[in-house]
Every structure is written in C-alpha cells, then in structure tokens.
C-alpha cells in the first residue's frame, strides 16, 4: 500500500483507538464505581469503625468516577470535541482515577491499618484483590491505547512501591516481592493485550478499508454492470436498426440491381439502334488523344483503328484532301483554341485509296485545368461521298429544269400546277405565282365550246392512261398564240398510284423557224439560195440508201463555168458573185424538174435528175441547159456571155455509192474541161475504177468475208470524268489483196444492196463479242463495244438472232453491246423498227443514235425510240469555235442532257474541242486525239497503257 495509505490508516487507527478507548473507559469507570462500592460495603459491613480519610477518599473517588463517567459519555457523543481533546480527556481521566486508586492504596494501606487495629490482612488483601480487579479491567479495557493504562496504573502502584521507602512498613519483603513481580505481570499482560488491540484494529480497520474499497468495486462494477447491459441494449437496438437497414438496403440493392438491367437493357438496345443508325448514316467515331497523340477510329462495334502520330501529324495530315487542308486546319485551329463551340467541316479524306467526302463534327471534352490546352477530343463523320453525289446531280437537274429552253411543269394528281420552270412562265407570258395552284386548262381560254371539249378529252386521256403527247394549239390568257407540243406523263409511287404529272411543253412554231434556219444555214448557200454540197450529199445518200421509192435509175450532173476565174478577176468580186446569183436563178428555171440543184462551192454546181426509163432523156436536158446557160447575163448593165462544162455520171451504172459516183461525175467534168469547155461529158466505165461494176465487188466481198480479210477496228470512247476507256467503236476494214486497207465508205454501200451487209454484219458482231471476252479475260472487265448498224440490216430482220448467236457464242452479257444507228435507218418509222428496237433495249443492249445532226435532228426520234445515247458528228466537233456551228453543238448536249440521255462527241481532235466539250457536260470523247481506229493488238496494247498511267 502507498504511504498517504499508511497514514491514513495510522490516523484512522488512532481515532478508533481512541474512541473505542473513551466507550470502554466508561466500563473501566463502572468496575472502579463497583470495586469501590463493594470495598465501602465491605469495610462498612466488617468494621464499626468510621475512618474519616477512607469516607473523604471514598466520597471523592466516587464522585470523580461518577462525573467522569457522566462526561465522558457526553464527550463520546458530542460532535464538537475532536479526537485529539477526547485523547487528552481520557488521559487526564486515567491519570485522576489512577492517582484517586494510589491515594486509596495508600488510605487503606496506611491509613487504614494504622488508624483501625481490626483491619485484618484478609481485608488488605481484598483490597489488593479489588485493585487487581481494576488492573484486569483495566487490561481488558484501557489497553486500546496503552498511555491510558500506564496514566491510572503508575499512580496506583506508586504508594506499594513507595511505601517501604517512605512508610518503611513491616510487611515482609516477600508480598512486596510479590507485589513487584504482580505489577510487573500485570504491565507486560497490558502491553501484549495493547498490541493484540492494536493488531485487532489495524486488521478491523484493513478490513474496513477492504471492506469500502470493495464496496466501491462493487458499486463500480454495479454501475459498470448497469453500463454495459444499458451498451448491450444500446447494441441490441443498433444491431437491430442494422438488420432493418440491411433487408432495406438488401430491398434498395433488389430494386437497383432490377432498373440497372432494365436501364442496361434499354443502353443495349440504345447501342444496337446507334450502331445501326451509324452503320445505315455511314457514321464512324473518332477519340483524339491530344496528350498521347493518338487517333481512335471506330467505324463498327468491334474495328477500332489505333493511330500513333508523330510531331508533325504527318499520318493525318496525308489523310486530309490538300485543297481542303487549309479550311479544315483553320476551323480545327479555332475550335483547339476555344473560339468555337464546335468543330464543323466538310472535307475529302483518302479511303481505299480514293478521295472520299465526309461531314465531321467534334468538341473538345477535356482541357487543362491550368493551360487550358486541349486534351481530348471527341466526334463522328459521316460518309457524304453519295450526298454530294446526289446533290449535284440534283443541282444539275435542278439546272437543267431552270435552263432548259422548254417549258416543264408538275403537276398535281389533280392536273393543277405544283412547279414550273421559268421557261415556262416566259412562253406562256404568265408570271409564276399566277400558274402555281391553278388547272392544267385554267390557262387557256376555254370559251369555244370545241376547245374545252378537246381539253376536257386531253385531261381523261392524262388521268387514265397516265400519259399524253400530241401537237396542241392553245390561245393563253395572257393573250399568247402558241402552237405546242404537249407531252405529260404521269408519275406513279411503289404501288403504282398516281402521285404526280411532269410535263413538257415545245414551241412548236419557234423550233422549227429554228430548225429550218439551221439546216438551211446548214444546207443551203446564202449568194446563189441553192443547197450546198451537204445537202447535196446527204440527198444523194438517202437516194442511194432508200430502196423503197421509185428511183432506182438517176443521173448526176457536175457543171462548172469555163474560165469563171478569168471573169472574176477582169470584172471584180461583186460581179462574179452576181453573175452566179444569175446563173444559178436561170439554172432552176430551166431545171424545175431536177430532184435536187447544189451549188457546191466557187463555180460548181451539181444536179440530180431521175431518169426513170427514159435513157436518152439527160442528154436532151444537158444540150436544154447548155443552150440556156449561153445565153448572154446583164452584169450591172453590161452583157456577158460564157460557156459552161458539164461532166455527167449515171446511177447505177457508173457507181453505186456517193463516193464512187461523185468521184465519177468530176472525172467526167475534168473530161470535158480538158477538152476545151462547153462540152457535155459522159463518164466512161473503163477509164479508172477500183471496182468496175458492182458485180465483181460483191464477189469480191464474198471471197473477203470467206478469207477472213475484212478485218475490225477499235477506236476508243473515253469518259470525260476520268478520262479513262470507256469503250470502243468496232469499224470494219477489208484488207484488200490489190488495193490494199479499203475504207468503209467505200465497199459499204454496195454491201447494203445485197445480203452482204447482213453477212459483214455479224461477222463484225462475232468479232466484237469475241474481243469483249479476250479483254475480259485480261481482267478488262467493263468495255463497252459499239457495233454500227444500217438500215438494210434492221429491215432485214436477221438483226436479232445474229446479235443472240455472237452473245451467247462468247458468253457475253448483253450490257457490253451497244449499237449506232443513223437517223436515216429511223426515217421509215414504222411499226417493225420500233418493235426490234424496243426487243433489243429490253435484251439489255443500248442504242445510240449516230452522226447527229447531219440528219433531220428531229426531237421525235429521240422521244419515240429507245435511245440512250447521242453521237454528236464530227462535223459540228470539227468547227468548235465557230460561233455559230458552236450554238448547234450547245443546243445538241442541252436538248440530250435535258432527255437524261449521254453524249458521245466523235471527231475530237484537238485539246480546245475537249475543254470545250467537257465545260459544256459532254460524257464521252472519241476520236484521233486519243487515238485511230486500232487493231485488235494494238487496242488490247491501248488498254494496258491506259491501265499503267
Ligand atoms: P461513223 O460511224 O461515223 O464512224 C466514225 C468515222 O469517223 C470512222 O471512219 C472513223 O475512223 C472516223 N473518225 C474517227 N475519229 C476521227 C477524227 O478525229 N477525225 C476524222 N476526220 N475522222 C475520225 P470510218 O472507219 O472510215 O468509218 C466510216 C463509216 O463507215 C462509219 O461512220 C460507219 O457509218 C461505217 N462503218 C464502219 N464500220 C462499219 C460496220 O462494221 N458496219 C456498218 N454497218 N457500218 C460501218
Ligand atoms: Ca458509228
Ligand atoms: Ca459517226
């Protein structure tokens, strides 16, 4: 134990000792009053003897016993008195009651026996038996604190151990030995009873200290009894509110768990309809990693493409159209730098090693916090190869309804005006806003009842049969006269309903001033108003080709003015030119019979004659005219005679082609001049001629056809887009054993006459087709070849097979066949052609339409047949840059372009005629810029060059 513990006990024991010590005193006190009491009786009761010291002493002593006792009762119990005065009480009483048992010792002793002589030793020794007692009582009780003991027993032993020295008693020296060792007995019993008191109180008090301070655990741990059932209930409570949370959260978890897969369903059907989305849009995803330089592509679910760029964003940069790298930097570089929301641009990037038209959009997503530098980038691009596409096409269209010079317009399933083209309001004179809305009749004036009549027909025609196309006369409410063509077709949906009617209106009246003045500016010469020598071919050549009519039996007859150079120079210009204004009037005078009078250039001129039966009748006709024309001329006044030389060649007799027979008919007139002019020249026959009748040619060609010298030619088509090789152009040449390479024109028109053309014609086929499958072979997959046809073939009827066996003979699929037609195979429009020409477009094989213009270059061809293609003729492409002749060619590509059809230009020869024809929409170019007709070696040669470059 601690010392503080140590003196508290100590304190503690002292003030229990002397407190117990006070409330055993008052027993001591008792005894003393008894033992005092008793002595008195004894005495009292033994002797008569009234001893005054003994009486006093006696007296006193009980008072002071009997106060003593009183007091110190009232001391124990008083609150006031401290422990250390109650010590001091109890000493003094001590010492008082033992001096009180000394002077009675000695009374008695002395006193007593001096003074009584009838006290006996018996009474002394009562008396010492009586003070013994209080010694033992004295033990018993006073030894709690032992000074008490040692106060009242050293006074009281005093006058024994004193009395032989100072009273030098006779009492022997044996009681007093007796007495000595007594007291001694009695002081160690005090002592030890002293000692066993206060081990007794120590231990009581240790106990009490034990006593408290487990009473103290008790209650504390009483309390932390309380504590912790008072925690256990916390923790029961907590414990329950857990598990309530727990089946809630377990609840909440459920619910959660439940809406996440609902929420996780949806995102995956989000994401599938995303990815169809963007697979259907062409939509792909982009991540830029500024940070790590990299570029995440993903264009499907699973591909990601990964591109690590260097510094200098090489790999992108490569990716990126040069012309449109600057656009694309600038706006990457404003959205980089903050000053737009988004990043927006329209560019070509390479795909599959092609240029390819995306729409890219992105945001930054993440910029330092500090620098503000981008970090990331997100976006999509879209594939808008095919928009551009589609909206140039349908800027072109868009183009071609504003620019076309023919009125188009939509109408309603109504027949009431939704669209028309300014064309349109520009011929009828009526502005936009009064057409739109209005019927297809609100227009025009309907008073006469014939009139409404027709247009009412018209309008069930349109509504039931979807279409209409015939000539109309309308008088317009603007007050407008025209004469049109009216063609509507109706445009139906998926399911064949009616939705719309497009329709074209053509001025009539306008075109065919147009068409007139351009064939005659064309045809005819503006000095002498005769048709020139187009004209003049062109006349002779559908004479030669159209077996249907009656001639079959003509003369040509060539004159030319003798010495008109001399005549022109000794006059002057303006005289020659009215002396064949002159000339050529009395020529048509005299010739109203002709089939046809040209001047073909300076002083020539030519005249067609049918001869029907009559032989001798041109020879009278050129002595008529040779007369006529020798009659004097008034020049300004002035009279002039000349003399004319004529060369005449006669059909079939001296030629059955243009060609031979023009070239037959100058022979003769060199002839005649030869001879000194004014002379009338009959060719000869035997003088120079490849083919000295027909008769042998056609053998000829038949021994051809059978050795294999015909040969074909290719030329190419090329596509103006790319200027790669679009097809060829199959042309037939007969590798003469004498004449060596003849040309076409020349053994081609004899051919027609005969089964021959037939024959050359698939021959010319089966080689075509053959070619197409050798090229095929060689990996030239898509090469078109272009076989011309004449009208005797088509007439013939063999057409169709011949075409079929050359197909099929070589497998070739009929898409890579096209055939050129003439207009003049087309004049005859009848019934049959059409028929074969619609069975060959349903076979698949296209049709083009060949040397347009030269012909009538009638709009009707184009709209009644099948036909894909114009060939515009070289005789247009040849005077490119001619104002004039340009308007044909501009008119021919808007007038194709205008009817969907494709365009050839043939004859290109020069770098300006392309240019040319490219700025205006030509597709297709053929001719000696690019290359001649090619053998079959030298083509497939051609081809792979094209290939390497
Ligand atoms: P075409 O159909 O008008 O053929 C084009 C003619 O123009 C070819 O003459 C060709 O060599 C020539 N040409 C091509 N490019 C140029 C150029 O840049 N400048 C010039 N001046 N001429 C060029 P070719 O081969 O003499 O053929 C003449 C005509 O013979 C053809 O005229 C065609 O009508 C006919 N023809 C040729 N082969 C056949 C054939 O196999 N069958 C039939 N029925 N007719 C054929
Ligand atoms: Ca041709
Ligand atoms: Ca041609």
Same mark, same amino acid.
């Given at each position: 134990m601690s010392d503080i513990q140590d003196e508290l006990i100590t304190e503690s024991l002292s003030t229990s000792q002397i407190k117990r010590a006070a409330q055993h005193l008052r027993y001591f006190l008792m005894w003393v009053f008894v033992a005092s009491l008793f002595n008195i009786v004894m005495y009292h009761l033994f002797y008569d003897y009234s001893s005054n010291h003994y009486n006093i002493w006696m007296f006193f002593n009980m008072v002071i016993v009997v106060i003593s006792c009183i007091l110190t009762r009232k001391f124990i119990y008083s609150k006031k008195i401290t422990p250390l005065n109650l010590d001091a009480w109890c000493q003094l009483l001590c010492l008082t009651i033992g001096s009180s048992i000394g002077i009675g010792v000695l009374i008695i002793n002395h006193y007593l026996m001096v003074e009584n002589s009838e006290i006996t030793g018996i009474h002394v020794l009562l008396s010492s038996l009586m003070t013994s007692s209080i010694y033992i009582i004295g033990i018993v009780y006073l030894t709690q604190r032992l000074r008490y003991f040692i106060y009242m027993f050293i006074p009281s032993i005093l006058p024994v151990i004193l009395a032989k020295i100072i009273f030098a008693s006779n009492v022997p020296h044996v009681y007093n030995y007796l007495f000595y060792v007594w007291f001694t007995i009695v002081f160690i019993s005090a002592i030890l009873t002293h000692r066993i008191h206060r081990r007794l109180n120590l231990l009581n008090i240790h106990n009490q200290f034990y006593l408290r301070q487990s009473k103290i655990h008790l209650d504390e741990s009483s309390l932390l009894q309380q504590q912790l059932e008072q925690e256990i209930d916390k923790c029961k409570g907590i414990e329950n509110d857990l598990q309530m949370h727990n089946q809630l959260l377990e609840q909440k978890v459920k619910e959660r768990t439940y809406h996440i897969n609902q929420i996780n369903d949806r995102l995956e059907n989000h994401q599938a309809n995303l990815d169809f989305a963007h697979e259907t849009a062409g939509i792909s995803s982009w991540l830029w990693n500024i940070e790590k330089r990299t570029v995440e592509l993903s264009s499907k679910k699973t591909e990601v493409r990964v591109i690590q760029y260097d510094n200098n964003l090489e790999q992108i940069n490569l990716l990126i159209h040069p012309e449109d790298k600057p656009e694309y930097n600038k706006l990457?570089?404003?959205?980089?730098?903050?000053?737009?929301?988004?990043?927006?641009?329209?560019?070509?990037?390479?795909?599959n090693n092609q240029w390819c038209w995306i729409e890219d959009i992105g945001k930054v997503i993440a910029r330092d916090p500090i620098t503000h530098k981008p970090l990331r980038m997100v976006g999509i691009h879209r594939d808008i190869e095919q928009e551009i596409k589609d909206q140039e096409q349908l800027k072109l269209a868009a183009n071609v309804f504003n620019q076309v010079e023919q009125g188009v317009f939509v109408l309603d399933n109504n027949l009431c005006f939704i669209e028309v083209n300014p064309f349109f309001s520009k011929l009828?004179?009526?502005? *936009?806003? &009064?057409?739109?809305?209005?019927? %297809?009749?609100?227009l025009t004036s309907n008073t006469i009842f014939e009139i409404s009549n027709k247009h009412a027909e018209i309008s069930q025609q349109v509504i039931l049969h979807g279409e209409y196309d015939a000539e109309v006369q309308e008088q317009f409410i603007s007050g407008k006269h025209l004469t049109l063509w009216l063609h509507i077709n109706a445009v139906r949906d998926d399911n064949s309903k009616i939705i719309n009617y497009i329709g074209v209106i053509t001025d009539l009246t306008e075109r065919i001033k147009h068409e007139q003045r351009l064939a005659y500016l064309e045809n005819y010469n503006l000095l002498t108003d005769l048709p020139n020598r187009v004209y003049f071919n062109l006349h002779l050549h559908q004479l030669l080709v159209s077996k249907s009519g009656p001639i079959n039996h003509f003369a040509i007859i060539r004159i030319n003015?003798?010495?008109?150079?001399?005549?022109?120079?000794?006059? *002057?210009? &303006?005289?020659?030119?009215?002396? %064949?204004k002159q000339f050529s009037k009395r020529l048509k005078q005299t010739s109203f019979d002709a089939l046809l009078i040209a001047y073909l250039n300076n002083d020539d001129f030519?005249?067609?004659?049918?001869?029907?039966?009559?032989?001798?009748?041109?020879?009278?006709k050129a002595e008529e005219l040779m007369s006529v024309l020798q009659k004097p001329f008034n020049i300004f006044g002035q009279e002039h005679t000349i003399s004319i030389s004529m060369g005449i060649a006669l059909f079939p007799e001296h030629g059955r082609q243009i060609s031979s027979l023009n070239n037959h008919a100058e022979i003769a007139l060199v002839e005649a001049k030869k001879l000194g002019g004014n002379t009338i020249y009959y060719y000869d026959n035997k003088s120079n001629s490849i083919f000295e009748?027909?008769?042998?040619l056609e053998r000829d060609l038949r021994q051809a056809i059978k050795n294999d010298d015909l040969e074909v030619y290719y030329q190419p088509k090329i596509s103006a887009r790319d200027m790669s090789v679009h097809g060829f152009e199959a042309l037939i040449r007969w590798s003469h054993p004498d004449y060596g390479v003849i040309q076409p024109d020349a053994f081609l028109p004899i051919a027609e006459e005969s089964s021959l053309i037939s024959e050359i014609g698939q021959y010319v086929m089966l080689k075509a087709c053959k070619q197409i499958h050798e090229w095929q072979q060689l990996g030239f997959q898509d090469i078109r070849i272009s076989v011309n046809v004449v009208a005797q073939q088509i007439h013939r009827g063999q057409l169709m097979d011949d075409i079929n066996l050359a197909l099929s003979t070589y497998d070739v699929a009929p898409q890579s066949i096209e055939l050129e037609l003439t207009e003049s195979s087309l004049v005859n429009k009848s019934e049959e052609v059409i028929e074969l020409l619609n069975k060959i477009k349903e076979r698949g094989i296209e049709i083009a339409l060949d040397d347009f213009g030269t012909g009538y270059s009638s709009l009707a061809y184009l709209t009644d047949y099948p036909i894909n293609t114009l060939k515009i003729d070289k005789s247009f492409i040849s005077k490119i840059g001619k104002s004039k002749d340009e308007a044909i060619v501009n008119a021919i590509i808007a007038m194709g372009k205008a009817l969907g059809l494709s365009l050839v230009a043939e004859g290109v020869e020069t770098f300006e005629q392309i240019e040319y024809l490219q700025q205006r929409g030509c597709d297709f170019f053929q001719g000696y810029y690019f290359s001649k007709p090619l053998n079959s070696t030298q083509s497939t040669e051609f081809l792979n060059q094209k290939v390497m470059q």
């Open positions: 990457m570089r404003r959205h980089l730098r903050g000053f737009s929301e988004r990043f927006e641009a329209t560019y070509r990037i390479l795909k009828v004179d009526i502005p *936009n806003e &009064q057409i739109l809305g209005k019927h %297809l009749f609100d003015i003798d010495r008109f150079r001399n005549f022109n120079e000794f006059l *002057n210009n &303006q005289a020659g030119d009215e002396l %064949l030519a005249l067609i004659y049918n001869l029907g039966s009559q032989h001798n009748f041109i020879g009278q009748n027909d008769i042998h």
